[in-house]
T-cell receptor
Framework: DAKTTQPPSMDCAEGRAANLPCNHSTISGNEYVYWYRQIHSQGPQYIIHGLKNNETNEMASLIITEDRKSSTLILPHATLRDTAVYYCIVRPRGFGNEKLTFGTGTRLTIIP | GAGVSQSPSNKVTEKGKDVELRCDPISGHTALYWYRQSLGQGLEFLIYFQGNSAPDKSGLPSDRFSAERTGGSVSTLTIQRTQQEDSAVYLC?????????????FGPGTRLTVL
């Protein structure tokens, strides 16, 4: 699997947009970018995933650069409940690639 | 609908004892995964089931660890002769299918403490 690089921690003011970067410079063409988050003492929660196009759902937006070497997760209006560790994961498609390989993630703290 | 459930939520055991951890996946999900998260560490893959078979057991740390899944539903992770380094949160996840980039839905985990 391609490795990802994320900043270890970030702060964001409540109500502002939180932009979490991820570098995946060795990503290959058949690999998806996934984002999960883990709120303290809970299991990881799926946020969003994409291949090459930008994606948006009710939780967040995912912006993938044209060369696919990096991406940004955007939480448009951060709340205190968004304080969590955010994991960017690159995962190949196809059988034999089912497991998720978590890195150390970004600890996002939303400041009141 | 109901999510992934795990039991017990907490388990304290003595070194050398065997423990069984249970996972009930989301109904209809064919794929099931076990991960663990040690204090201050990231999430580590243990084993993956498709139906009742386990195509990928590569993450099991030793032969003291085993898992089974019956009826394509409930799974049990068994740790024999527990050691203190087995202390961790054991997480189960399920997804509707495998072989495609499917979303994995995680349970709340079982916190295992080996004294």
């Amino acid at each position: 699997d391609a490795k990802t690089t994320q900043p270890p921690s970030m702060d964001c003011a409540e109500g502002r947009a939180a932009n979490l970067p991820c570098n995946h410079s060795t990503i290959s063409g058949n690999e998806y970018v996934y984002w999960y988050r883990q709120i303290h003492s809970q299991g990881p929660q799926y946020i969003i995933h994409g291949l090459k196009n930008n994606e948006t759902n009710e939780m967040a937006s995912l912006i993938i650069t044209e060369d696919r070497k990096s991406s940004t997760l955007i939480l448009p209006h951060a709340t205190l409940r968004d304080t969590a560790v955010y994991y960017c994961i690159v995962r190949p498609r196809g059988f034999g690639n089912e497991k998720l390989t978590f890195g150390t993630g970004t600890r996002l703290t939303i400041i009141p | 609908g109901a999510g992934v459930s795990q039991s017990p939520s907490n388990k304290v055991t003595e070194k050398g004892k065997d423990v069984e951890l249970r996972c009930d996946p989301i109904s209809g999900h064919t794929a099931l995964y076990w991960y663990r998260q040690s204090l201050g560490q990231g999430l580590e893959f243990l084993i993956y089931f498709q139906g009742n078979s386990a195509p990928d057991k590569s993450g099991l740390p030793s032969d003291r660890f085993s898992a089974e899944r019956t009826g394509g539903s409930v799974s049990t992770l068994t740790i024999q002769r527990t050691q203190q380094e087995d202390s961790a949160v054991y997480l189960c996840a399920s997804s509707p299918r495998s072989g495609v980039p499917d979303t994995q839905y995680f349970g709340p985990g079982t916190r295992l403490t080996v004294l």
